[in-house]
C-alpha cells in the first residue's frame, strides 16, 4: 500500500490525500445528521402517540366508567385516522379489555411497533389507553433522507475534489520545481543550481 502510494506522482498523492479527508469528513457528517434525524424521528411518533392515547383516555372515560364496549369501541375507531396506530385497546381497572381495535391490516414480520399507554381517570384510576404503532413512516422518511443525503454528499465530494485538482497546482506546482532542482543538484554536484532554480 505505502510503495503504490509513494510511486504516484505528488500532484496524485495531494489529491488522493484530499479525496480521503473530505470523504471521511463527510461521512462522518452524514452518520450525525441520519442518526440524529432516526432518534428524533422515533421521539417525535413516540410524542405524537402519547398525546393520541392522553385524548383518547379522556375521551372514554364515560365508556370505561359504565362498561359500554360500543362506546369504547367508537371512540377507538377514530384513532383510525392516524395511519401508524396499528391496534387500540380499552382495559378495565383490572386490566381485562373493554374494548380492541385494530388498523392496516397484515404487518410484515420484521415490522418496529412503537407501545404507548394512559391512564383513564375519573377522579381516580379507572382503566387505561393502550396504542402500537409501526415505526414504517419514519423508517420511510429516514430511508429517503438518506438516499438524499447519499447523492448530496457525492456531489459535494465531486465539486470538492474538482476544486481541489485546480488548487492542488498551486500547492504542488513548487514542490515539484523543489524536486527537480534537487534532482539536477544530485546530478550535477553544484549546489548553486538549487538558487537558480529556486
Known sequence: MIKWLTALRIRAQLMLVMGVAIGMALLIAGAVFAITNYQSGHRALTQRLQTQADITAINSSAAVAFDDAEAATRTLKGLSAD??????????????PLAS???????PPDTKFVEVSADVMLPQRIGSVRLRATTAEVDATIARQLEMLGVVLAAALLLTLTAA?????????????????????ARSRDCLLVFVAH
Do not use: C, N
Not at 101 to 107: A, D, S, T, V
Not at 165 to 185: G, H
Open 165 to 185: 485538482a485546480s488548487l492542488q497546482e498551486i500547492v504542488s506546482r513548487p514542490i515539484t520545481a523543489l524536486a527537480s532542482a534537487a534532482a539536477q543538484v
Open 101 to 107: 381495535e385494530r388498523f392496516g391490516g397484515m404487518r
Open 83 to 96: 395511519r401508524a396506530i396499528v391496534q387500540a385497546e380499552l382495559l378495565r381497572a383490572d386490566g381485562s
